[in-house]
């Protein structure tokens, strides 16, 4: 398995460089992968029918990177501060009067736009929304690929955008 590892790693460092530029990253990245493409390899699941096992390793390596990446980047993380500034005891958490009631405003708009869409569509904008839910969460919940969980939220967004933007703008201008 080694030789395998050694034979590929070139492979493997072309393929996670689209996806990673630090060095540590990339080498941790890469950990992840190879452990990935062992468990692909365990389960079965290359072919030699269907191509060469170098292009089905650059494919699952590439599948893996975009899996990993999409995972990272939809955790909202916090923005760490750098050694060496001053980091406040505690962070005024209390929004500013503008904030309040602009926050306020918007809210009751949106609460108002979401009672006209359907239960499906309220229900995913408020887990992906209000409860930070990620794709994959939600899908499960609902029982759905990731795939129609994208399309369906998209649905559901764009249909709460045109009644904000058209229904009540056209309630707006009436008045």
């Not at 958490?93 to 708009?109: K, M």
């Not at 990620?134 to 795939?147: C, H, K």
């Amino acid at each position: 398995m080694c030789t395998l590892l050694e034979r590929y790693r070139s492979l493997f460092f072309h393929c996670i460089g689209n996806f990673e530029s630090d060095p540590s990253a990339r080498e941790d990245l890469h950990q992840e992968v190879v452990l990935y493409v062992l468990e692909r390899i365990d389960a079965g699941s290359f072919d030699p029918e269907k191509g060469s096992f170098g292009t089905w390793l650059y494919r699952v390596t590439w599948c893996r990177c975009v899996d990993l990446k999409r995972k990272t980047s939809s955790r909202r993380t916090p923005k760490l501060t750098p050694v060496g500034d001053k980091v406040p005891e505690r962070a005024d958490q209390s929004p500013g009067p503008g904030e309040e009631a602009g926050t306020e405003e918007i809210g009751v708009l949106v609460q108002r736009g979401m009672a006209h869409l359907e239960q499906e569509d309220q229900l995913l904008l408020t887990l992906r929304y209000v409860d930070a839910r990620t794709l994959v969460e939600i899908g499960e919940q609902l029982g759905i690929s990731v795939e129609q969980t994208k399309y369906r939220l998209k649905r559901a967004a764009t249909g709460l955008r045109r009644v904000l933007l058209n229904d009540f703008a056209i309630e707006e201008a009436v008045r």
